[in-house]
């Protein structure tokens, strides 16, 4: 789902049909990234990322310390790294919506699993509520309000063209775009969507964690019912919502606030998907050389996020190759595939000589306010 952040103006992720071609290869490209990727690995990590939370506080804890105390320093310090990510690097940063909604989740830690699984439920449906209610009233508004909600689902030429001069121009034309753009996605995206969605997801991790399912202990046909179910619901809601927003032509009445409640929710049921699919491939210890990649990866995953935009702001902004809007959907495909490659080709090696990657020991090291071992 990034990459199209990274290299199209940021309409074209919510609304494909506002920039740049939707025919043959680049339709398949959107459409398979759409139905396998888009949203369910950020559904992961924050299902990750709720488990982490226990995890951290139980270790804490184990070791005497005050895990509060040491969690809310390490949210401090992942938001403050987030917003100078989003504010000076890129707009699409998702580490202040990690460290809001980490604060949050915190507080529920110690709950049943049944009450943590419950709970987030019901958060993840405060979004769906407000995005369906409006949805359903828009089309009464007055006509500058209707306006309004069709200029932002699909720009003019003139704002495309302005977002296309800025992002590929130095970085300091970069900021007249970006500052804006972040500010929107922390004012508007933060608290109307991702807020809710992230908590809730957390608030599922941290069942998850509870009830022994992620660490692979649960038998091979737990995780195997646990694929099949996920992606056997996931998967033909996602394609619905697919069929539902070209079959209404991507219009904004139809598609704006109704037709990403589709990819919401299924992203949600695929994610468990792939849980249960990823905890059999380590129980049957299934191509161990690439698990041991993505294992090193997932223990820098802090310095890979940042690492990634560093490489696709390079590529596509004007401070580096400047192919910002220039580049098919198809082709960033390949993209993704180059830096996945460099960051499963790094990550071993890092970790083969030091015990954090850079980001990971600078983060421990804030939280800590001591320097850990390298």
């Known amino acids: 789902m990034n990459i199209q952040s990274f290299a199209m103006p940021s309409a074209a992720y919510t609304n494909p049909t506002a920039y740049g071609d939707l025919t043959g290869a680049n339709l398949f490209a959107w459409a398979a990234s759409h139905l396998l990727v888009d949203e369910k690995f950020m559904t ?3 299902l990750l990322f709720g488990a982490g939370v226990c995890l951290f506080a139980e270790r804490a804890e184990a070791r005497g310390g005050r895990s509060a105390g040491l969690h809310y320093r390490r949210m401090f310090w992942l938001l403050l790294i987030g917003l100078a990510h989003g504010y000076l690097l890129w707009a699409g940063d998702f580490l202040v919506t990690y460290a809001v909604c ?14 943590l699984l419950v709970t987030g439920l019901l958060v993840m ?3 769906s509520f407000l995005s369906v209610s409006v949805g359903l009233i828009a089309p009464a508004l007055p006509e500058a309000e209707t306006a309004d909600i069709a200029a932002a689902w699909a720009p003019a030429a003139a ?13 300091l034309a970069q900021q007249g775009q970006r500052v804006p753009d972040t500010l929107m996605m922390q004012t508007t995206v933060l608290p109307f969507l991702t807020l809710w969605k992230a908590t809730g997801v957390m608030l599922l991790g941290m069942a998850l964690y ?26 033909p809601v996602v394609a619905a919502g697919i069929w539902w927003n070209f079959a209404g032509g991507w219009s904004w009445e139809r598609s704006f606030f109704l037709g990403f ?5 299924g992203s949600l049921a695929m994610a468990l998907g792939y849980v249960g699919l990823v905890m059999l491939a380590i129980r049957r210890r299934w191509f161990p050389a690439l698990q041991a990649r993505l294992a090193a990866a ?8 940042l690492a990634q935009t560093v490489l696709c702001t390079t590529i596509f902004y ?8 220039s580049v098919e959907r198809w082709q960033m495909l390949l993209v993704v595939f180059g830096v996945w490659a460099l960051e499963l080709w790094w990550s071993p090696l890092v970790l083969r000589r030091y015990r954090y990657g850079p980001l990971e020991w600078g983060w421990r090291t804030l939280t800590y306010a001591r320097i850990p071992a390298r």
Do not use: K
Not at 102 to 115: D, E, H, I, K, Q
Not at 159 to 165: C, F, K, P, V, Y
């Open 210 to 235: 509870r009830w022994r399912i992620l660490d692979a202990t649960r038998s091979d046909s737990f995780y195997s019912r646990l694929a099949l179910i996920g992606f056997g619901v996931g998967t």
């Open 318 to 325: 004007g401070h580096g190759f400047g192919l910002f809007g």
């Open 102 to 115: 980490g604060c949050l989740v915190f507080l529920l830690r110690n709950r049943a699993p049944v009450a």
């Open 159 to 171: 704002e495309i063209e302005a977002s296309l001069r800025a992002y590929r121009g130095d970085w």
């Open 298 to 305: 997932g223990r820098m995953a802090f310095t890979n996020y």
């Open 44 to 46: 992961l990590f924050s």
């Open 125 to 127: 449906s405060v979004a």
């Open 261 to 265: 409640q589709f990819n919401y929710w």
